[in-house]
């Protein structure tokens, strides 16, 4: 089990505060967003806070990210499983890539879980509760399926290249 005793000091406090800004950012302003399907590249920042901080921290900053997305720039009613979904996804994060190397198995198996768990479990449960349009809507799974297949590929890319950039065995030094 990874050991998660961490003391939270001001450059901690900082860096996170810039990564969940990032996210934010990304997000809701350079994020493409529909009633079924939202794509974003909020995952880059998600990959640097796994890296530096491990999963319990990660999780919780991408949960706060996805709380002040919603206070800042609301586009529909607040809803908590979506926060589940930051929560759930920050863990992956953080469990794949808290003081490991970036591969790209690493980045493959990342996008897949959060693809299978987040995009193809949760989400829909989510949509057809808020919506309330039955699970087995085609109009759910439709654009969930093709953002799937376009995105695996996408975003596989994406972390391998970020995470194989981020000099993390040096920023880490500075986080222990």
């Given at each position: 089990?990874?050991?998660?005793?961490?003391?939270?000091?001001?450059?901690?406090?900082?860096?996170?505060?810039?990564?969940?800004?990032?996210?934010?950012?990304?997000?809701?302003?350079?994020?493409?967003?529909?009633?079924?399907?939202?794509?974003?590249?909020?995952?880059?920042?998600?990959?640097?806070?796994?890296?530096?901080?491990?999963?319990?921290?990660?999780?919780?900053?991408?949960?706060?990210?996805?709380?002040?997305?919603?206070?800042?720039?609301?586009?529909?009613?607040?809803?908590?499983?979506f926060t589940i979904n930051a929560f759930v996804g920050g863990l992956i994060y953080g469990?794949?890539?808290?003081?490991?190397?970036?591969?790209?198995?690493?980045?493959?198996?990342?996008?897949?879980l959060n693809t299978l768990l987040i995009t193809l479990i949760l989400t829909p449960i989510?949509?057809?509760?808020?919506?309330?349009?039955?699970?087995?809507?085609?109009?759910?799974?439709?654009?969930?399926?093709?953002?799937?297949?376009?995105?695996?590929?996408?975003?596989?890319?994406?972390?391998?290249?970020?995470?194989?950039?981020?000099?993390?065995?040096?920023?880490?030094?500075?986080?222990?």
């Amino acid at each position: 089990m990874l050991a998660m005793k961490r003391k939270v000091d001001a450059h901690m406090i900082a860096v996170m505060g810039l990564l969940i800004a990032l996210m934010v950012v990304l997000s809701q302003i350079l994020g493409f967003e529909t009633s079924y399907i939202k794509i974003t590249f909020s995952f880059v920042p998600q990959l640097i806070m796994g890296m530096l901080f491990g999963p319990f921290w990660t999780a919780v900053g991408s949960s706060l990210a996805d709380i002040a997305g919603m206070v800042i720039f609301p586009k529909s009613a607040y809803f908590f499983g979506f926060t589940i979904n930051a929560f759930v996804g920050g863990l992956i994060y953080g469990y794949f890539f808290y003081r490991k190397e970036v591969t790209l198995k690493r980045a493959a198996m990342v996008v897949l879980l959060n693809t299978l768990l987040i995009t193809l479990i949760l989400t829909p449960i989510w949509l057809a509760m808020m919506l309330n349009i039955p699970l087995t809507s085609w109009a759910i799974w439709s654009v969930r399926l093709l953002k799937a297949v376009i995105m695996f590929p996408i975003q596989t890319a994406l972390i391998y290249i970020v995470g194989r950039a981020v000099p993390y065995k040096r920023l880490i030094r500075r986080f222990v």
